[in-house]
């Protein structure tokens, strides 16, 4: 299941309603885009990750987000598997 809709599921309809306030938009509007596959603009991205406390992030909201956020990409390694650790050799 796509990680927003999980998330809002694990909320009840006053939270759900809250959290789309503060993220100004709507829960209709975030379940229609998700099931549409349709992008989000940049600015929700990031309202969603700090309005849900990191639990859904820009990289969960958009394909391209290493294009759009080069910082993130940086950060994380970059690579498909960007929850992974790097190894590191111990000598």
């Known amino acids: 299941m ?3 809709i ?6 009840d309809k ?3 309603t809250d959290f789309a306030k503060r993220c100004r938009t709507s829960e209709g509007y975030m379940r ?3 099931s549409t596959n349709q992008k989000f ?5 990031v309202r969603i990750e700090r309005e849900s ?3 859904v992030t820009r990289r969960d909201l958009r394909d391209d987000w290493q294009d759009v956020w080069p910082e ?5 390694g970059g690579g ?4 992974r650790k790097s190894a590191r050799m111990v000598i």
């Open 2 to 4: 796509d990680k927003l």
């Open 6 to 11: 999980a998330y809002l599921n694990s909320l």
């Open 14 to 16: 006053a939270a759900r």
């Open 32 to 34: 229609k885009a998700r």
């Open 41 to 45: 603009r940049c600015e929700l991205c």
């Open 53 to 55: 406390d990191g639990a």
């Open 72 to 76: 993130l990409a940086k950060h994380s």
């Open 80 to 83: 498909a598997n960007d929850n």
